[in-house]
Structures are given as C-alpha cells and as structure tokens.
C-alpha cells in the first residue's frame, strides 16, 4: 500500500484540500457540540408534546362524560330524597349487585368491604365494574331506587378500548 504524500500534491489542490478538511473539522465540532443537543431536546419536546396531545384528547373525551353523569346524579339524587334505606347483608348486597350488573351487561370486577362500622352502623363498600357507559348510568339509577346504598364516593372512571372501568366507594346500612 502506497502511502499518500502530501507534499507531492500540486499547490492548486493543497489550497482545496486544506479548507475543506477545515470545514469538515469544523463541521463536525458544531454538530457535536451544539446540532446534537439541541436534536435531542427536540425529541425530548416532542415526546412531552405528545403526552400533552394524549392528555387533551382524554379530557375531550370524558368531560362530556363526567358533565352527564353529574346532571345524571343529581336527577338521581332527587329520586333518592323519597326512598326509603333498607339495611342489608353484605352476601345480600354481592348477590343484589351481581344480579343488577348482568342485568345491565356489566361486569362487577370486585367487592371489597371494610368491616369497620361507621357511627351510623354503615359499611362502606369498594366496588369496581366493567361495561359501557349507557349502561352504568341505568344500572346505577335502577340500583340506587333499591334503597341499599346510602352514599357512592370517589367515583373514578378508567377508559380501555371501549370499555369502561367504574370504581366507586359507597355505604350501606348493614343488617344484623
């Protein structure tokens, strides 16, 4: 292999070569040290610009969501203000609610009661339940006609696909 001599190269191609080999240098040093982190803090950007988009489009769709179920809650509670609370067992309860739930096509997903009575001699309840949207608000009207429940709190809506996942706290009048 031959090796290149660059004191044989005609003058006319030694002014070429040099700048150029200055420039690429050159180059290179801007792209490293200022190009590059600024390529990354635009992915960077981007990437919390997408996480911002997806947070919107979540709001956009359940704000209608949440702003019928309150109007719907309230309708509720106005119909709750004439019914009479019922106590109840909790076997009775799981197998009340289970019954509504395929009633309605939906699927209850757990039931976890915490076994401390309140001073009002009511249980709460964690429920969590799976199914269209439609469907959870003439289930939970119909539900709460019954007169078991006293009060639904942290109500906490999770969209997957087209489902929706509903978990809510209530309180029941438990019978002895």
Same mark, same amino acid.
């Given at each position: 292999m031959?090796?290149?001599?660059?004191e044989?190269? %005609?003058f006319?191609?030694?002014?070429?070569?040099?700048?150029?080999?200055?420039?690429?240098l050159l180059?290179?040093?801007?792209?490293?040290?200022?190009l590059?982190?600024?390529?990354?803090?635009?992915?960077n950007?981007?990437?919390?610009?997408?996480n911002?988009?997806?947070?919107v489009?979540?709001?956009q769709?359940?704000l %209608?969501?949440?702003?019928?179920?309150e109007s719907?809650?309230?309708k509720?509670?106005?119909?709750?203000?004439i019914?009479e609370f019922?106590?109840?067992?909790?076997?009775?309860?799981?197998?009340?609610?289970q019954?509504?739930?395929t009633d309605?096509?939906?699927?209850?997903?757990?039931?976890? %009661?915490?076994f401390?009575?309140?001073?009002n001699n009511?249980l709460?309840?964690?429920v969590?339940?799976?199914g269209?949207f439609?469907?959870?608000?003439?289930?939970l009207?119909?539900f709460?006609?019954?007169?078991?429940?006293?009060?639904?709190?942290a109500?906490?809506?999770?969209?997957e696909?087209?489902?929706?996942?509903?978990?809510?706290?209530?309180y029941?009048?438990?019978?002895?």
């Amino acid at each position: 292999m031959s090796k290149v001599n660059l004191e044989n190269l %005609p003058f006319g191609l030694k002014i070429i070569v040099a700048p150029l080999s200055i420039f690429l240098l050159l180059s290179l040093i801007f792209y490293l040290f200022f190009l590059r982190p600024e390529v990354k803090e635009l992915k960077n950007l981007k990437n919390e610009l997408e996480n911002l988009e997806y947070k919107v489009k979540f709001q956009q769709d359940f704000l %209608p969501l949440f702003a019928r179920l309150e109007s719907e809650i309230k309708k509720i509670d106005k119909d709750l203000s004439i019914i009479e609370f019922k106590p109840i067992s909790i076997r009775d309860f799981k197998e009340e609610l289970q019954k509504k739930c395929t009633d309605y096509n939906l699927n209850l997903i757990y039931l976890k %009661p915490d076994f401390n009575l309140t001073e009002n001699n009511q249980l709460k309840i964690e429920v969590a339940i799976r199914g269209n949207f439609e469907n959870f608000l003439k289930f939970l009207e119909n539900f709460l006609k019954l007169g078991y429940i006293r009060k639904i709190d942290a109500l906490k809506l999770n969209k997957e696909l087209d489902t929706l996942n509903i978990e809510f706290t209530s309180y029941i009048e438990v019978s002895s």
